[in-house]
């Protein structure tokens, strides 16, 4: 896994300054043509990789200190993650609550599922706004608005894969809790949320990705003084100057969004592993 | 008084009634079924079997007339869990072991853990897979995930034993040892059997009586008593037992003529 890692890390990075070589070479042509090449290869578009990852130890101001780039993202990052966090078991458990409801209910499932993909057409940076002058009327941390808008992302795939995964056991085995005279709550704990566990795990991935997504737009449509959101925004405006140091942020999400998929990798295969255990 | 086991009454069953597509599944149906019978129901496909099937186990309501089950109406008798089902799948809940999938109908009854785990060695036994509890279903063949249904199925004692083709998917030898199997089962728990099959040879083999039905809608055409006495495997051999097979086999035809 950690090999694996570092082995695509080592291509990208290749492939970067590949790319860069040629391009200084043939003045951003392709090679033997008078064809430009998409995206210009100078030092502003794509700085040296070495100078990316040297940028994540040079030292940066926050506020009256200084410390390297690396720890100040990683302490952004921490914010970030906790509005992440928060949106994302949001959303699972409106996502889930909601896949209930249109489980029990044909007319809800016929009534909300078509708003439900709708939702997801609303531009996170119009809803932000409305998102935070709510919560700042109710006296709601910024933080918790963020979460809000993180969970609004989340929820959506949770809901229509927990639902097709509620919706997956054969006739045969709901006519069979059926025979045992099982409640419809029974039948739910005891067989639709077990055979839902194969579509519920990847839904939970794309969630987490999300509420990073989701955390960051949000943070940087609130204008929010922490949180990696504000990192990117402030780097992005000074990125004539240093574009290295946008992208090393940009690093800094992307690791973030990694953590929490393997995260929630770690825990599928605890429950997976238990099953495993058994077999061998 | 001895009280029947089912008594299926002027049954009729239309599905989608009023739309296009409405079809007559049964229709005139009328059965009496003792208590420690085996009953086959045998016809072509589309003959309503598996409906019949499923309007005794109160899966489905009857459009029409009235089934009723050790002297109570049928949705009575499965909210009181007097069935135990076996379906063609076994259907058994791959994210639990052997042993758990047999627990399952004790679970919803309320039983202590430890009379669970009891019962599930007992009926691990009875189906002779007393090594199988720790494993999962996905490790078992296919005949042994069927036996493992039927343990499931009897773990609670269930009064009436409904099932539906169960063996349909097995290879043949398989299918006449697991006949066997549940033969032995059915005398040593004395429970009442309706059992589902296109086979007419199991049918012979396995029933007290066979209950021939004809197709579009379904009625009952004729209903064959078969007396072998006490089945070994021999018995598939004896000339009775052709007797039997060959009487129901000139049902099924005249069932196809039309007549």
Same mark, same amino acid.
């Given at each position: ?36 090449? $998409? ?6 578009? =794509? ?21 390297? =780039? ?72 910024? $933080? ?62 794309? +969630? ?13 449509? /609130? ?34 969004? $990694? ?22 | ?6 008594? #299926? ?6 599905? %989608? ?53 050790? %002297?109570? *109406? ?15 799948? +076994? ?42 509890? %720790? ?12 036996? #493992?249904?039927? +343990? ?5 004692? *269930? ?9 349909? +998917? ?23 059997? #309706? ?24 009625? /009952? ?39």
């Amino acid at each position: 896994m950690l090999a694996t890692t570092f082995v695509a890390v080592v291509l990208v990075v290749l492939l970067w300054e590949g790319y860069k070589w040629v391009g200084q070479q043939t003045d951003d042509r392709l090679p033997g043509t008078g064809i430009e090449v $998409l995206v210009s290869t100078d030092d502003l578009t =794509m700085p040296h990789a070495k100078d990316i990852l040297g940028e994540l130890l040079s030292d940066v101001r926050d506020g009256r200190s200084t410390l390297p =780039m690396s720890l100040y993202l990683l302490k952004k990052a921490w914010f970030t993650l906790q509005e992440a966090a928060i949106g994302f078991f949001l959303g699972l458990v409106v996502g889930l609550a909601l896949a209930v409801l249109m489980l029990r209910w044909r007319v809800v499932e016929r009534g909300l599922l078509p708003w439900i993909n709708v939702s997801q057409t609303v531009p996170l940076i119009a809803l932000a706004p409305i998102i935070v002058t709510w919560g700042r009327l109710n006296d709601l941390p910024d $933080l918790f608005s963020i979460s809000l808008i993180a969970a609004y992302l989340t929820f959506f795939p949770v809901a229509v894969s927990a639902l097709r995964g509620l919706q997956s056991p054969d006739v045969a085995d709901v006519e069979l809790m059926r025979s045992y005279a099982a409640s419809w709550w029974t039948t739910l704990f005891k067989l639709r949320l077990p055979a839902a566990r194969a579509y519920l795990f990847p839904a939970f991935k794309i +969630a987490a990705t999300l509420s990073v997504v989701g955390a960051i737009v949000g943070e940087i449509s /609130i204008g929010t003084k922490t949180g990696l959101g504000r990192a990117i925004l402030e780097f992005a405006q000074r990125y004539a100057v240093s574009p290295e140091r946008l992208y090393a942020s940009v690093i800094g999400a992307a690791v973030l969004g $990694l953590s929490v998929f393997g995260l929630v990798n770690l825990v599928e295969r605890m429950f997976a592993g238990r099953d495993r255990e058994v077999a061998a | 008084m001895s009280e029947a086991a089912v008594v #299926v009454t002027d049954v009729e069953k239309v599905f %989608g009634r009023g739309s296009a597509e409405e079809v007559m599944a049964l229709s005139g149906v009328d059965l009496t079924i003792q208590p420690g019978e085996f009953v086959t129901l045998i016809g072509p496909s589309g003959c309503g079997k598996s409906t019949f099937l499923r309007l005794v186990g109160d899966l489905l309501e009857p459009t029409a007339g009235s089934v009723d089950v050790f %002297g109570k *109406p049928a949705h009575q008798a499965r909210l009181d869990q007097d069935y135990g089902m076996v379906f063609q799948h +076994a259907g058994l809940f791959d994210w639990r072991k052997v042993a758990a999938n047999i627990e399952l109908p004790l679970e919803l009854k309320g039983w202590t853990k430890a009379d669970r785990a009891a019962r599930a060695r007992e009926m691990l036994d009875l189906v002779k897979l007393p090594d199988f509890g %720790g494993h999962y279903p996905r490790q078992l063949s296919g005949g042994m995930q069927q036996r #493992v249904s039927i +343990a499931r199925a009897l773990s609670f004692e *269930p009064r009436l034993l409904l099932m539906d083709e169960p063996f349909g +998917a097995l290879d043949e030898m398989t299918r006449e040892h697991m006949q066997g199997e549940l033969l032995r089962i059915w005398r040593e728990t004395g429970t009442t059997v #309706v059992f589902v099959t296109h086979s007419i040879s199991e049918s012979a083999f396995l029933s007290n009586r066979v209950v021939v039905l004809s197709p579009r809608p379904g009625r /009952i055409h004729s209903i064959v008593e078969v007396d072998l006495g006490e089945r070994t495997e021999d018995t598939r051999e004896d000339p009775q037992f052709f007797r039997a097979s060959t009487e129901i086999r000139e049902a099924l035809r005249s069932v196809e003529d039309g007549s």
